[in-house]
């Protein structure tokens, strides 16, 4: 199959998706689901955490999901259920990403300096870009997972910073949702004007800026350094060529006789 081709149809399927998503009854089929599970048991417990990791995967918003999840279970047992359950999800995204795009972040390390001192420095900064990311409301949960696989962010990072970072979230919305009495309530989102929310939303902002400005610094750094290590000094002229560890010792010594 030709690269034409398979692009094709990944646009197709992209455009699908999206007609789905915006025809799609998804809202009323979330609320059967959390209807149904509300008093199914323990089968609707793992009905519930499939439906949550496959909508993950589909890109489908979860904020109806966890807030559903509160309406259920109640806030305490609803966060100890969604919490684990969207690492998990968001961990099978990123190994997706990882694996099925890896090759295309391999050509654009090759094929750019900057994108390769960028991807270096998420690499070894990665905890604490990832716990900023999750804790921002600016960059959306699902897609997040597939593109922080296209890094160098270590597994266990990732794991550990998505757990810490979407707890706050995960636990306030699924409180919204066991204030809830109905499933209209839910889905119309009465119960969402709260401090809480408001709280949330500042604290998201501020990883925000926070985020984006660690990750400038950290890559100008990064791509400092992969300029000083490659020999390459920008502010110097041809006088310095002899120096340069990059030359070979022949070119310098051709260097040192036109100088003469």
Known sequence: MSRWVRWSLVGVAVVAFGVALFTLPLDRWVLDVVGWARDAGPLGVLAFAGVYIVSTLLLIPGSLLTAGAGFAYGPVWGTLLVSPVSVIAATIAFLLGRTVASGWVERRVEASARFAAIEDAVGKHGLKIVLLLRLSPVFPF?????????????????VFASFVGMLPGTALYVYLGSLVTSASKLASGTASESTGRQVLYWVGLVATLVVTVLITRIARRALDRAIEESGEDPGEGQGANDGDPALSEVERAALREMDS
Do not use: Q, S
């Open 142 to 158: 699902n897609l997040l997972n597939y593109g922080l696989g296209l890094t160098k962010v270590r597994l266990r990072d990732f």
